[in-house]
């Protein structure tokens, strides 16, 4: 990445903002995209599980996908870091430990965990500031309900 690039995408961080729906999905999203492609199976998983959340019972399909199409906007022109990074500043505190629990069991549903989910998970925890020990007990957790 060039100075001019830095620059400018800086400047793009600091003018997209989240709401606390987008920077919930945003965490999820980055954990299925850290290996450079979303698959079908994928997509529904986190549209399914999403959708069952208290916090997107306003969230018809038009707007989940408005929102999607956001995200993966900020993805292709800022990267999955930025997104995480964005999503930190609108993601209420109470919810943080709930995104990366998400992001963990989405990362894990189809039973392997590759070194790029592996980093972005370690990534979202960092960000988002998540006890060390709590994130140990929640991939615990996940690891269990994801092995059958």
């Known amino acids: 990445m060039g100075l001019f690039d830095k620059v400018l995408g800086m400047k793009e961080v600091e003018k997209t903002k989240l709401n606390k729906e987008e920077a919930f999905a945003a965490v999820a999203l980055a954990a299925v995209a850290a290996d450079g492609n979303i698959s079908e199976e994928e997509g529904r998983g986190i549209i399914t599980g999403l959708a069952r959340m208290k916090l997107f019972e306003n969230y018809n399909p038009n707007k989940m996908g408005s929102m999607f199409n956001k995200l993966i906007g900020i993805i292709k022109n ?60 929640i991939i615990e957790v996940m690891l269990i309900k994801n092995k059958g």
């Open 78 to 137: 800022q990267g999955i870091e930025a997104l995480v990074t964005l999503s930190k500043e609108n993601l209420p505190q109470e919810l943080r430990e709930t995104a990366f629990a998400v992001a963990t069991d989405l990362a894990l549903a189809d039973g392997t965990i590759d070194k790029s989910e592996k980093d972005i998970l370690t990534k979202i925890q960092q960000i988002l500031g998540v006890p060390e020990e709590t994130a140990i007990e």
